[in-house]
């Protein structure tokens, strides 16, 4: 009896985990290490405040702390700055507002298709859509990125999934790479 339950929910876990596939929009290029990557070694005091507008049902308090993470460990990962505890202390004021397109709908054909163990198809695209406002001094710029991963869920998605990832690691990718491309544009621009 315990062998047959193991062996079903090896069964489901393989189907469910790996029918699963995901595919990247590319809108923003991959951003290349050396254009990255600071050799300052006086660092810019920066410091984010961040706003999430969302569909009703999503939490825009946790979502805002999530945008300001990946915004700090991309900026810190670049060894260009420091991250300070308010805007009086900081050489580099970042406003950000994000945005999530998701509609609350898509529980219905999820449900179509995890009931239907992934034979009827789904798919739903993540957009992380933020805009930036940046200010040093009196300088002032405005930002807008946007990219997206599409996930699509399908039996025979089990053939393509080792060649795309999985969803959890291209979104991480996706996020990343967006925050990392905004840091190489506040470079270029004469931020940091």
């Not at 080792?162 to 470079?187: A, D, I, R, S, W």
Request: aromatic share 12%; proline share 6%; net charge positive.
């Amino acid at each position: 009896m315990i062998n047959l339950l193991t062996k079903s929910v090896t069964i489901l876990f393989f189907i469910f985990g790996f029918s699963c596939a995901t595919f990247k929009a590319n809108k923003l290029p991959l951003v290349e290490k050396d254009e990255y990557i600071s050799n300052k070694k006086e660092k810019v005091k920066v410091f984010s405040r961040w706003k999430f507008e969302s569909p009703p049902g999503i939490d825009p308090v946790s979502f805002t702390a999530i945008q300001k993470t990946w915004f700090e460990r991309a900026i810190i990962e670049s060894g260009c700055c420091d991250i300070v505890e308010g805007p009086k202390e900081a050489q580099l004021v970042i406003d950000g507002l994000g945005f999530d397109h998701t509609s609350p709908w898509l529980v219905l054909p999820r449900l179509f298709n995890a009931s239907s163990l992934t034979v009827i198809p789904f798919w739903q695209t993540v957009t992380l859509d933020i805009k930036v406002t940046a200010t040093k001094g009196s300088k002032i710029k405005d930002y807008e990125l946007k990219d997206s991963v599409t996930m699509v869920s399908w039996l025979p998605m089990i053939f393509v999934f080792p060649f795309t990832g999985g969803p959890g690691k291209n979104k991480e990718e996706l996020v990343l790479n967006t925050y990392q491309t905004l840091v190489v544009h506040l470079k270029k621009d004469g931020y940091l």
